[in-house]
């Protein structure tokens, strides 16, 4: 990362905000959006909350604006359904910390824009059962593996203005495939080889594949759309 992609530059111009994906394919989605690059600089740091944090670690210097983990989630509570997007309210980690999101807290451009409890976990809840005990234990909506690392380090670092966008990529009713915790390398990029070898174990899970990539792709256009909608407004502040 260049220094000018998140510094403040001459001027007195606020610092571009940072958007945080896991995933190559959601960061390659927002890239998509013009306004979106033009506005944001928009980095994949890989699964989980140990390479979200290692990421956040090697920003250096703190003379840079709002931070934004944005990207797909599995649904805990019935009502959601794939491509809905949700903005954290409170971001929970599964050891019982709780963080409140700090953006996009009264921006105008926000409103009428649906928000929710996301609790992250360091495993993939891959079953039905799984989704609906942390949603009775939690309340969370939204599950995913890294929001919390931005809290943490938000908390630790007294960084000011951070939030979460989440698009819905698997309902709760699905069971994801044995072994998907595995599909994705440490860089984020999918790893076809795994992906193949773990299907052609369960082929009857290839369907459901299917309709997992097809849910996420809509589920990173509403992603887009919502930041869109927050940032490239004039309304993001630092």
């Known amino acids: 990362m260049t220094e000018g992609s998140h510094k403040a530059g001459a001027g007195g111009r606020r610092s571009r905000p940072i958007i945080l994906c896991a995933l190559e394919f959601e960061s390659q989605a927002l890239h998509e959006s013009e306004s979106l690059s033009r506005t944001a600089s928009i980095h994949c740091t890989g699964p989980g909350v140990e390479a979200a944090l290692d990421f956040l670690l090697d920003l250096d210097g703190d003379d840079f604006g709002m931070v934004v983990y944005a990207g797909v989630a599995g649904a805990l509570a019935p009502g959601l359904r794939g491509g809905d997007v949700r903005i954290a309210r409170r971001v929970l980690s599964d050891d019982g910390e709780k963080w409140t999101?700090?953006?996009?807290?009264?921006?105008?451009?926000?409103?009428?824009?649906?928000?929710?409890?996301?609790?992250?976990?360091?495993?993939?809840?891959?079953?039905?059962?799984?989704?609906?005990?942390?949603?009775?234990?939690?309340?969370?909506?939204?599950?995913?593996?890294?929001?919390?690392?931005?809290?943490?380090?938000?908390?630790?670092?007294?960084?000011?203005?951070?939030?979460?966008?989440?698009?819905?990529?698997?309902?709760?009713?699905?069971?994801?495939?044995?072994?998907?915790?595995?599909?994705?390398?440490?860089?984020?990029?999918?790893?076809?080889?795994?992906?193949?070898?773990?299907?052609?174990?369960?082929?009857?899970?290839?369907?459901?594949?299917?309709?997992?990539?097809?849910?996420?792709?809509?589920?990173?256009?509403?992603?887009?759309?919502?930041?869109?909608?927050?940032?490239?407004?004039?309304?993001?502040?630092?």
Do not use: F
Request: some cysteine.
């Open 101 to 238: 999101a700090t953006w996009p807290l009264n921006e105008p451009a926000s409103r009428g824009l649906a928000m929710c409890d996301i609790l992250t976990t360091r495993r993939i809840l891959r079953l039905p059962q799984e989704r609906r005990s942390a949603h009775e234990t939690t309340g969370a909506d939204l599950v995913d593996t890294e929001s919390a690392a931005l809290a943490a380090w938000a908390a630790k670092t007294n960084h000011r203005t951070w939030g979460v966008v989440r698009g819905v990529s698997d309902e709760i009713e699905v069971t994801l495939p044995d072994g998907i915790d595995h599909w994705i390398g440490r860089d984020g990029r999918l790893r076809p080889w795994r992906v193949g070898y773990d299907l052609l174990r369960q082929p009857r899970s290839i369907g459901a594949v299917r309709r997992l990539g097809e849910s996420s792709r809509r589920a990173m256009a509403g992603v887009a759309a919502v930041l869109e909608r927050l940032l490239c407004a004039g309304e993001a502040k630092a």
